[in-house]
């Protein structure tokens, strides 16, 4: 069946540095990965889409990698402030259209620490 | 711009008492749409998903059972709820064939099966 596995279920990173999360997944070859930012009691909240053919996409402080070999996906914040601590879910992405239902990780709740 | 409304956001409801959650999508027409539920420090799990009116898919066997009446209108019902059925709620909506926009999800109902 299909697994997807986020490195730890917690991580703390000083303020500043870059933080750097985890998403590994087995028995699946998802089309596209998503990453999401859910605070506490709240829904997620979309944040990048990465395609298959796609090693590399960023947004501001963000960066996410994704190696279909290694079947697994990197998710970078840069410059790490306070208001980054949440947790993170990377969500896998089936192929065809019609087709379009996210499985999600367990995530990673983010602690930056001033 | 798109808007998604779900309520109530807690809930606290006797063993064997029956469910309704609603969850309205505005600014959009014919959203894929979405259930999911979290259990405490767990993943989201799809439990049903839907395309259009009237055409529900349900990914987990359980008690619970969804309808959608009216094309931005996503409902989750049960008829005798179970403790297991405690958890949080959530309802997304995507725009069909258009992953990049990802998943937005509605702001969730805590429910205490007591």
């Known amino acids: 069946s299909q697994k997807i596995e986020q490195n730890s279920e917690a991580l703390n990173i000083q303020e500043g540095k870059t933080a750097t999360l985890t998403c590994n997944y087995t028995?699946?070859?998802?089309?596209?990965l998503q990453w999401y930012r859910q605070d506490p009691g709240r829904g997620p909240v979309f944040l990048l889409l990465i395609r298959e053919n796609e090693k590399e996409k960023r947004k501001e402080r963000l960066k996410v990698t994704f190696d279909t070999t290694l079947k697994q996906s990197l998710f970078h914040i840069t410059a790490s402030q306070p208001a980054d601590s949440a947790t993170y879910l990377c969500?896998?992405?089936?192929?065809?259209?019609?087709?379009?239902?996210?499985?999600f990780g367990t995530g990673t709740r983010l602690t930056i620490i001033p | 711009s798109q808007t998604i409304h779900q309520w109530p956001a807690t809930l606290v409801q006797p063993v064997g008492s029956p469910l309704s959650l609603e969850c309205t999508v505005e600014g959009t027409s014919n959203p894929n749409l979405y259930w999911y539920r979290q259990a405490a420090g767990r993943g989201l799990q799809l439990l049903f998903y839907?395309?259009?009116?009237?055409?529900i898919s349900s990914e987990v066997p359980q008690n619970l059972s969804a309808s959608r009446p009216q094309d931005r209108q996503f409902i989750l019902s049960s008829k005798k709820l179970l403790l297991s059925d405690s958890g949080f709620y959530l309802c997304?909506?995507?725009?069909?064939?258009?992953?990049?926009?990802?998943?937005?999800f509605g702001s969730g109902t805590r429910l205490t099966v007591v």
């Open positions: 028995n699946y070859s998802p089309a596209y």
């Open positions: 969500a896998l992405d089936p192929r065809g259209f019609g087709n379009e239902k996210l499985t």
């Open positions: 997304a909506w995507s725009a069909p064939g258009l992953r990049q926009l990802g998943y937005t």
């Open positions: 839907s395309v259009g009116i009237g055409q």
